[in-house]
RNA sequence: GCGGAUGUGGCGGAAUUGGCAGACGCGCUGGCCUUAGGAGCCAGUGGUUUUACCGUGGGGGUUCGAGUCCCUCCAUCCGCACCA
């Protein structure tokens, strides 16, 4: 019997899956299918042991499905574009793509060290022509349905990396990539029109039930529905109309001024005429050259300037002034507000400031509560005491009271008294409550007055009811060289003309200075730039942006299906056959962009009928970090674990083991190096079970022993089974094996060696195999063969087990008397209740405890449990 | 501020129709074996003032019985954040 030697037996097996195709699939065998998908990396530097976990767990479960018969389809691919790959090459003076094949030739003999296997038949990479030339064409889809335009915008504008950022990509005012802080520009830009899709992205959320709810409502909260009205001001000596919106139009009688963006296209027209037009000007390029992250700084104060000018609110035709204020965002709503100070916090402030007046509109409601006398005994006080000094039964009542009044708001009003009081405000109120001050309306729960403003206004041509999402339209336009070019055209003659589908690709020219100057590095490329017109064939100029690198990766998952067609980006047919994925698992940090514009995608392909599913994945799995001194793993902080020389040392299996048993995958863990000898020493046991297994007699044994671990064995087998195919609970999986291996030493230690016969042994052997044959493949090939097998287990069926053969024939149970734990006492299984109390009557230990006390009740719950309650 | 999650030994973590808290692993202690041990095997390992009591972030409640259910407070993490 030789050692366990992982390094030899990894290697041969690796070689072997390689060999016979393990992974290999096609795409035309449709039966059983199962898409088992991971978020294809960035290639950037070595992996280290956090990037592993995504890897391990994805083939872990690709394994397992296989094993339970499944045709399972599970490629791998490189995102390959980016900003990452340029600075690099800008740093080293090398050719992006140089940097990122060697960084993808890395990574991939990084996988195959940890026995993660993929169809590599189906590799994409999204820095190829022959791959985005289709990404492209995706472009042009987009275009020619009127969801891809260009146009003038303030950009959130990162000054170190020298492009423009999705807003996605801005993270409190600062760029997701290097920290700067970002400006914001004005330029011409493509935009994807995902705001087109809001509704139904947010709708078919619903449909995720097999995301997780984090996640969901991540992407719920990021496109931000509301539900409001748009309401008209207009503009009190001139024919100007303001437009707000609000979702609070329950307090509209509560209006007392107006607010604009600085950024609002009106604000010119309407202080052109104001002498102090110049000072109101610098206010406004003031407020809009701060930078985002000032203004939305907690506590900062809010600024304004009066216009001048006055709006008329139509509902009451109160005259209400104009103003001007950094607080009120123009990409939000209408980028006007009607104020309501009452009512809105922020308002609040502002009224404050600026001495503007507050009305209060909604009341508070004045619930009658019965006085409850306290302090009537001697004792503490009564927030000490609790209800225990009231009448029990006259808290619940006050309660009760209280929430029936409010339901009623206010139906206790007196004729004209307002509980809530302009002078003893501190802040706004903004509760429910009963509308006041607010003509026919008054005495309205505001809830059901919000309903009735609405009807009364859209009847009276007063306002519309209106739904306004926080998602913005995607930006795409990279003024970088390492993308996807923008396949478009510009003549003079013309204008703007897409690149003709039978013209892709657009190739990214060879030679370029990468080196950001602010203006895309592609316009240096003059033989690229200029070119001919498709319509009149005159001269034209090309577009020089790339695309951002989110849009290559929101289809990617359809080219693996056919990733060498040359005519199509993937075959209808065959996608329809094998989506949506089964399983996507990946990072969180992609919950919203990735996710998102991938939906998003998916949604107009199906519209534009190239597939026949509108969301791609059916079954999301996000996984945890793994960290190190509690800190993500960077280089900066020293605390990378490598995977390479935890290889070398214990052999990728117990890599494997470790990462899958340090805790749920969906977590974050901490990575420790000790723990990684744990998990090679489980398997040295596992391993060391074979020389048991030589020296165990042909018949004969411990019938004791044997049956003990067998019925251990079919425990294992539904505890694996379970915690895999419900919540990717391998940390516990793996336990229930530990204790599987466990069992066959404990029966030798207390029944000697030679307890269990060969063919019991062999049995539990081959299903521990098999159990452990999607963490460990290595080992479980090895001693699958060193068994004489000869089918692999990945060829072999999933063990099942046997129901009738999980319990013994006799039970331990428990006895505890008034609640705690006093005995146990073994007995058979099956006896009615009657007989379990006689058997523990007989118990010496409960007789001593409850011996001279009145027993009042016996709960007794057969082979679980007993309780007895004395007194 | 809003939304979500988490809180259990020295550590990672188990435990759901409410029923023996701490599975499994790490670490630690002792023993066996060994020329040797950073190998292997066996035993022990929540705390304490140990006939028993106390223990799942704090406080309260429901129950024969609560880590698990209810109320309340606290802490940490993540996401969003002047969204009208």
Known sequence: MQRYNPTEIEEKWQKKWKKEGLFKVDVKETANKYYCLMMFPYPSAALHVGHGRNYIIGDVVARYKMMRGYNVLSPMGWDAFGLPAENAAIKKGIHPRESTLGNIKMMKQQMESWGVEYDWDREVTSCMPDYYKWTQWIFLQLYKKGLAYRKKAFVNWCPSCSTVLANEQVIEGSCERCD?????????????????????????LDKLNEWPEKVRTMQRNWIGRSEGVNIDFPVVDSDITLTCFTTRVDTIFGCTYMVLAAEHSMVGELV????????????????????KIKRVQTGEEKKGIFTGRYAINKINGRKIPLYIADYVLMEYGTGAVMAVPAHDQR?????????????????????????????????????????????????????????????????????????????????????????????????????????????????NDIGKRSIHFKLRDWLISRQRYWGAPIPMIYCDKCGIVPVPEKELPVLLPEVVEFRPTGESPLNAAKDFVNTKCPKCSGDAKREIDTMDTFVDSSWYYLRYISPKLEDKPFDKKDVNNWFPVDQYIGGVEHAILHLLYSRFITKVLNDMGYVDFDEPFQRLFTQGM????????????????????????YGADTVRL?????????????WSDRGV?????????????????????????????????????????????????????????????MELANQVYVGISESGDGCYDKACLTEVMNNMVLLIAPFVPHIAEEINEQMGNKTSPFKSEWPSYDESML????????????????STIEMSRGLDKDKIQALVETDEKVKEWISGKEVRKWIILPEKLVNIVVS
């Not at 903004?430 to 809830?447: I, R």
């Not at 470790?658 to 901490?670: H, M, N, Q, S, V």
């Open 180 to 204: 700067s802080q970002v400006d914001q520009k004005e330029l011409e830009q493509w935009f994807f029109k995902i705001t087109e899709y809001a509704q139904k992205l947010l709708d078919d």
């Open 677 to 737: 000898e744990g998990a090679f020493r489980f398997l040295k046991r596992v391993w060391n079970i074979l020389e048991i297994l030589e020296t165990s007699p042909e018949k004969g044994g411990d019938e004791k022993a044997k049956e003990t671990l067998i019925r251990k064995m079919h425990q294992s087998i539904k505890k694996v089974t379970e915690d895999i195919d419900g919540e990717f609970h391998f940390n516990t999986a793996i336990s229930a094996v």
């Open 658 to 670: 470790y990462t899958l048993f340090i805790g749920p995958p969906e977590k974050d863990a901490e």
């Open 807 to 822: 319990k013994a024939d006799t039970v331990v149970v428990p006895v505890q008397v008034n609640g705690k734990l006093r």
């Open 272 to 291: 052109k005429d104001n002498p102090e037009k110049d000072k109101i000007m610098d206010f406004v390029r003031e407020v809009r050259n701060e930078s």
């Open 347 to 459: 308002d609040y402030e502002f009224a404050k400031k600026y001495e503007l007046p507050i009305e209060v509109v909604i009341d508070k409601p004045s619930p009658v509560i019965p006085p409850v006398r306290r302090n009537f005994s001697e004792g503490g006080s009564a927030a000490e005491n609790g209800s225990s000094l009231c009448h029990p039964d006259s808290e619940v009542r006050r309660s009760q009271i209280i929430r029936n009044s409010l339901a009623k708001a206010g139906a206790e009003r007196v004729e004209g008294s307002i509980n809530l009081k302009v002078e003893e405000m501190t802040e706004a109120y903004e509760e429910e409550g009963v509308l006041v001050n607010s003509d026919k309306f008054d005495g309205m729960k505001n809830t059901d007055a919000m309903a009735a403003i609405a009807d009364h206004m859209e009847q």
């Open 626 to 649: 793994i960290v190190k001194d509690g800190a993500k793993m960077s280089k900066s902080k020293g605390n990378v674990v490598s995977p390479d020389e935890l290889i070398k040392k």
